[in-house]
């Protein structure tokens, strides 16, 4: 792909590559997908059920319900977690807006707490200052790639007894002391929106849980409150793995350890590239996280006039995320105004992400921190 500049032709360098990561695995889905079709089993079947067996092993949690999407896998998870209706689940304000609509969805009421100003993840005192008798459960979002600092929130939250449920969508195969996202929480919600470290074809998602019961309850409330056909037990949802999602989750599996490594490359590079700029502040890994680098969000002044600049070379850069979730319309009912998370709103206006995929190459990156030092001078 390229764009016009204003003296040549440039390729463009997108946020993210789909085209690349399907070209390493386009033969073993066009099989799957082959097989699919002659077996016209569309929905569920062997194969997700070979995926959830799969990304169960991965992340090294005993059960993996393959559901449509992200949001409603933390939707279900706090379903199936049972958090009473009108309970404040507590999350920071610094997260895409789906886990506070997952929250509104079941029944619940978002509440928000700040991130820390170094790692851009749930502060743990602030997340303290939050709970209360309201408190149902705490969603800590693994933001970014890597994990939020879970021994602080279980340390935090173990007084009240509240439940956690993570938030593991942009954090496939992370890890903190060793142990892998999703394997915290009571539950943990995970996308594979097509643009993640593990992404599908179109919307999938899936919850990971230790508890043979948490798992049961998440598969009934998402196949219509059914375990025997025609037999309804409970209301339910349609929210089920594809078939053909799965071939593709499963294919891309393969390469999700290989292609993490790579961010992790392409991340180390970067922070070579743009230590001389002053005005650059680089994402930083917390103690005990592998970071997986879904995004690349560096911290810059006057960020927009940047981000121009990169569009105006072809580079794409994203803003994750421009209105701190507590800030936006859609929640103007919870009453909360600027001020109230002020290390959220801070970083709302500095982050960019800067392009990173597993294909990246070392002349793309050049071209990129280049044209971030042209933007700032
Ligand atoms: C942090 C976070 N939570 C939840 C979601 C929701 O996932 P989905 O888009 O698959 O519904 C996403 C991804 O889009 C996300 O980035």
Redesign the pocket.
């Known amino acids: 792909m390229t764009v016009s500049g204003q003296a040549e032709t440039m390729t463009v360098i997108p946020l993210v590559d789909l085209r690349a990561a399907h070209a390493e695995v386009a033969a073993e889905i066009q099989a799957g997908f082959d097989e699919v079709m002659g077996s016209a089993a569309f929905v569920k079947g062997e194969v997700a059920a070979a995926f959830e067996r799969e990304y169960a092993a991965f992340t090294r949690v005993a059960h993996c319900v393959g559901v449509a ?4 896998a ?1 939707e279900l998870a706090l379903r199936a977690a049972e958090v009473p209706a009108g309970a404040e689940v507590i999350m920071p304000a610094n ?2 807006v ?2 506070a609509e997952a929250v509104v969805r079941a029944g619940a009421r978002p509440a928000f707490a700040d991130v820390d100003p170094d790692y851009l993840l749930l502060d743990p005192g602030s997340l303290q200052a939050a709970l209360n008798q309201q408190t149902g459960a705490v969603i800590p ?1 693994h ?1 970014f790639g890597q994990m939020a600092p879970m021994t602080a929130v279980a340390d935090v939250t173990a007084r009240h007894g509240t439940v956690i449920i993570e ?1 593991a ?2 954090a496939h195969g992370a890890t903190q002391g060793g142990r892998p996202a999703g394997s915290f929480g009571l539950l943990a ?1 995970v ?3 097509p643009g ?1 470290n593990l992404g599908a074809y179109g ?1 999938a ?1 899936a919850v990971l849980t230790g508890s043979a019961e948490h798992a049961r309850r998440v598969r009934l409330l998402g196949d219509h409150g059914s375990e025997r056909r025609y037999e309804h037990l409970t209301i339910g949802f349609n929210s089920r793995l594809d078939a053909l999602q799965a071939v593709v989750l499963r294919a891309k599996l393969r390469g999700l350890a290989a292609g993490n490594q790579a961010r992790r490359q392409a991340a180390g590079r970067y922070a070579e590239l743009l230590a001389d700029v002053p005005e650059v502040i680089l994402p930083r890994t917390a103690p005990g996280n592998e970071h997986v680098w879904h995004l690349y969000p560096v911290r810059v002044p006057c960020r927009d006039e940047v981000l121009r600049c990169l569009h105006e070379e072809g580079i794409g850069a994203g803003i994750h995320y421009p209105v701190p979730v507590h800030l936006q319309p859609a929640f103007r009912h919870l009453g909360h105004g600027p001020g109230d998370f002020p290390v959220a709103e801070a970083v709302a206006r500095q982050l960019l992400s800067l392009p990173l995929y597993p294909q990246i190459t070392r002349e793309q990156q050049v071209r990129v921190a280049d044209a971030v030092r042209r933007a700032l001078t």
């Open positions: 999407n992200g949001t409603d933390l997260t895409f789906a886990t979002v933001l938030d969508a942009q919600g996308s594979f929106y993640k919307d998602g």
